[in-house]
C-alpha cells in the first residue's frame, strides 16, 4: 500500500517568512494529493490540493509543487501570519476511477507549525 | 449545511465497555470514512464505505465494526473499550472520485476518546 513520509514533523518560522513542508510517497499510481490544515481541536480542513497532470498550483500565499519523478511534494507558505499556525498533513491517493479500495487517503505524520511574531 | 457532525465530542470508557461514535453528514457524500489520530502517528484509516451498504476495513480495522444503512449515517462501534484505543477519532466524508473536480473530504470536529 501507499507510504507517506512528511518532513519535518516540527518548524517554526518568524512571522513574514517562507514555511516549505516536504512529503515523499511510495505508490507510483497515485495521483492526487491533498493537504489539510488542523486548528487546536478541531478537524482537518482542505488548503489545497494538486493532481499528477499538474506541477504545481497556487492559491494566494499558499502553493503546491509536485514532482512525479521524484515522488516527492511540497507546501509553501509565503510571507507567514500568526493565523498560519497549525498541524498540517500530506496526504495521497490513488485513481479517478471509483474502484473499489481505490479512495483511500493515506496521510502523512503532520508538521507543526509555529509562527514567532 | 451542517457538514459532518459527530458525536459525543468527548467520551471517558472503562476497558471493555461498548459504544457506538455517531457520524452524520447532509452532503449527499457517497464515501465516507472513519480515522483514528495519535500523538506521531498522523491519520489512520479504520473503517470506510463507497455507499449505502458497503464498508471495508482500512489499516487499522481490529476492535472496530461500521455499518452503512443509510447514505447519511456512518457509525463506529468499539466492541470491547481497550486502553490502546484512546485517541481522537475523525468522521469524513467525500463524493466518489468518478466525479472528479469535487473529491475533497471534509472532516467532523471529531470524538477524544479514553480508555481507562
Known amino acids: 500500500g501507499e507510504n507517506v513520509e512528511q518532513h519535518p514533523s516540527t518548524l517554526s518560522v518568524q512571522e513574514g517568512d517562507s514555511a516549505v513542508i516536504k512529503c515523499t510517497y511510495s505508490?507510483?499510481?497515485?495521483?492526487?494529493f491533498p493537504w489539510y490544515k488542523q486548528e487546536l481541536g478541531k478537524g482537518p480542513q482542505l488548503i489545497i490540493d494538486?493532481?499528477?497532470?499538474?506541477g504545481e498550483k497556487k492559491d494566494q500565499r499558499i502553493a503546491v509543487t509536485l514532482n512525479k519523478t521524484a515522488k516527492h511534494f511540497s507546501l509553501h507558505i509565503t510571507e507567514t501570519q500568526p493565523e498560519d499556525s497549525a498541524v498540517y498533513f500530506c496526504?495521497?491517493?490513488?485513481?479517478?476511477?471509483?474502484?473499489?479500495?481505490?479512495?483511500?487517503?493515506?496521510f502523512g505524520t503532520g508538521t507543526r507549525l509555529t509562527i514567532i511574531p | 449545511n451542517a457538514g459532518v457532525t459527530q458525536t459525543p465530542k468527548f467520551q471517558v470508557l472503562k476497558t471493555g465497555q461498548s459504544m457506538t461514535l455517531q457520524c452524520a453528514q447532509d452532503m449527499n457524500h457517497e464515501y465516507m470514512s472513519w480515522y483514528r489520530q495519535d500523538p506521531g502517528m498522523g491519520l489512520r484509516l479504520i473503517h470506510y464505505s463507497v455507499g449505502a451498504g458497503i464498508t471495508d476495513q482500512g489499516e487499522v480495522p481490529n476492535g472496530y465494526n461500521v455499518s452503512r444503512s443509510t447514505t447519511e449515517d456512518f457509525p463506529l462501534r468499539l466492541l470491547s473499550a481497550a486502553p490502546s484505543q484512546t485517541s481522537v477519532y475523525f468522521c469524513?466524508?467525500?463524493?466518489?472520485?468518478?466525479?472528479?473536480?469535487?473529491?475533497?473530504?471534509?472532516f467532523g470536529q471529531g470524538t477524544r476518546l479514553t480508555v481507562v
Open positions: 494538486i493532481r499528477s497532470n499538474v
Open positions: 496526504a495521497g491517493r490513488r485513481g479517478i476511477i471509483s474502484n473499489f479500495g481505490n479512495e483511500k487517503l493515506t
Open positions: 469524513a466524508s467525500s463524493y466518489k472520485l468518478d466525479q472528479v473536480d469535487d473529491t475533497e473530504a471534509f
Open positions: 505508490d507510483s499510481a497515485s495521483n492526487y
